[in-house]
């Protein structure tokens, strides 16, 4: 049968809309690769069988305990001194102690809170400290707690930290 005059065969589209569709796809891909490679993490590039942490050696570790019972002392002496208000006192032995955590074992003491520092199982001596001495007298209203038993806080966890 044949067919009706008024069909047509489907018209082709220009060579033009073709190529410019090709290069919009293009375009989307380069973006999203640009995007992906911008925004992965960063590894740090790293020798094979070259170790990442390397605990100190005894002579280094108690040079690193004078150190930090030194700076413990100057604290305390200059609160006795009326140098330091209780309250300021009681932040340095905080941020000293945390410091010797992280300078001794690598813990990033410094920025971890006390329920990370809880959950991550560290020396009850710390956990002790930071909890009776330090955050009561930093973070509550009122008179700050007797940095010299802060003192003796961070002494002990100094002295004692495995």
């Known amino acids: 049968m044949p067919a009706p005059d008024d ?6 589209y220009g060579w033009g809309w073709i190529l410019l569709a090709i290069g919009i796809l ?3 891909g380069v973006a999203a690769w640009l995007l992906w490679f911008l925004t992965r993490p960063k590894h740090s590039i790293t ?6 942490y390397t605990p100190p050696t005894a002579d280094v570790l108690t040079q690193l305990r004078t150190e930090y019972l030194a700076d413990v002392q100057r604290i305390e ?5 009326g140098n330091m208000p209780p309250k300021q006192a009681n932040l340095e032995l905080s941020r ?3 410091g010797f955590v992280n300078d ?4 990033e003491a410094p920025v971890l809170a006390l329920d990370d520092l809880v959950a991550r199982g560290v020396d009850p001596a710390l956990i002790d400290a930071i909890r009776r ?4 007298s930093i973070f509550q209203r009122g008179p700050a707690i007797d940095p010299r ?9 100094v002295q004692t930290w495995h």
């Open 7 to 12: 069909l047509y065969p489907p018209v082709q």
């Open 26 to 28: 293009l375009l989307l």
């Open 47 to 52: 020798l094979h069988g070259a170790p990442v």
């Open 77 to 81: 002496d200059a609160y006795r001194s």
């Open 96 to 98: 000293l102690v945390r």
């Open 104 to 107: 001794y074992s690598g813990l």
């Open 133 to 136: 001495h330090y955050y009561p």
């Open 149 to 157: 038993y802060g003192a003796e806080a961070a002494r002990k966890v």
